[in-house]
């Protein structure tokens, strides 16, 4: 993709101060794009201030915004807006796991919580961008961060699978019926990364679930699963990551998917987990 494409542009990116959405943030800054991002994270918030934002003067707006509450999706699109004047790339990137809990032992208020913020944040993020994007006149692309988890039965709890195949849904909908206006919208499907999403887990796991996952792990028997099935002995080590799927190089398939060269892109989701789940 050329660069020059990018220079003048801006991009949304949800949860963007920590793990897979920081390097997002920070691949679209080194193409010369303005990033707007929001997380709930003071010291991560802190960090990419210190870090990301004084390295890219004037070209960086960082909110503290939960997008679960009432009205925060309108406010980052609205102070966005005012700063950098036009949107045109919006990446939903926060999430968060559950506790590995199968159907019956699922806790509502866990349940309620990853569905609204892996699917009912990034629903109103895409309704937000359509609209923007159609009241600019504009060919504005969205990336929707999926997980293996929007296609594989348990990969994560009953929570964690269904917003994630839910996410695919919405991408597949939104990617179809806004083509004809010059919208798309895509999702990356990546395998483990090595980022902070596990941290929850130190709060309580559901070790059944947890063991349901390493059997589906070693039958894929692949790197970035494999993180997963090691990291149960001492619950979530990720330093023992090794071989992790790269979050620069998730990186830059959304900044792909941005780009004119995927312009027949659309709806589509791209697994990025080198090909543990092809078989
Ligand atoms: N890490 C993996 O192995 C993996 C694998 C597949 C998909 N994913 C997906 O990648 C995406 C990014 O996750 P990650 O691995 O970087 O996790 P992470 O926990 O490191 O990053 C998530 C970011 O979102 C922020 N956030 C959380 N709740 C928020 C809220 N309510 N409002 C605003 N920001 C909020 C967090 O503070 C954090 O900075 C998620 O959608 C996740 O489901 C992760």
Redesign the pocket.
């Known amino acids: 993709m050329a660069p020059s494409e990018f220079a003048q542009k801006t991009a949304i990116v ?2 963007g ?5 920081r390097a997002i943030a920070e691949a679209f800054l080194e193409a010369g794009t303005n990033v707007i991002t ?4 003071d010291d ?1 918030i802190s960090d990419f201030k210190e870090k990301v934002s004084t390295a890219h003067a004037d070209r960086t707006l960082v909110l503290k ?4 509450k009432d009205g925060s999706i309108d406010e980052l699109f609205a102070e966005g807006k005012k700063v950098f004047k036009s949107i045109d790339f919006v990446v939903n ?4 796991i559950d506790k590995f809990d199968p159907v019956g032992a699922m806790d509502k208020a866990i349940w309620d919580a990853v569905i609204a ?2 699917l009912t944040a990034p629903a109103l993020v895409c309704k937000a961008a359509v609209n923007e994007f159609l009241s600019e006149g504009k060919k504005g692309a969205i990336v929707n ?1 999926g ?2 988890a929007s296609f594989r039965g348990f990969t994560c709890g009953a929570a964690y699978t269904a917003s994630k195949h839910g996410l695919l849904g919405l991408t597949k909908n939104t990617g179809f019926f806004y083509a004809s206006k010059g919208i798309r919208c895509n999702a990356i499907l ?4 090595a ?3 596990a941290n929850s887990l130190a709060q309580g796991v559901n070790m059944e679930g947890m063991g349901a996952m390493r059997i589906t792990c070693k039958l894929l028997d692949s790197p970035s699963c494999n993180r997963w099935r090691d990291a149960t002995d001492d619950l979530m080590v990720p330093e023992k990551a090794d071989l992790q799927v790269d979050t620069a190089k998730v990186s830059a398939l959304v900044l792909y998917l941005c780009s004119d060269a995927a312009s027949i892109i659309n709806g589509a989701a791209w697994t990025a987990d080198g090909g543990a789940t092809a078989n």
């Open positions: 949800t949860g101060c920590g793990g897979l959405g929001c997380d709930i994270n991560l915004l939960d997008i679960t990137n926060a999430g968060r913020l892996n961060i997980s293996i990546p395998g483990g990364m980022t902070n999403i």
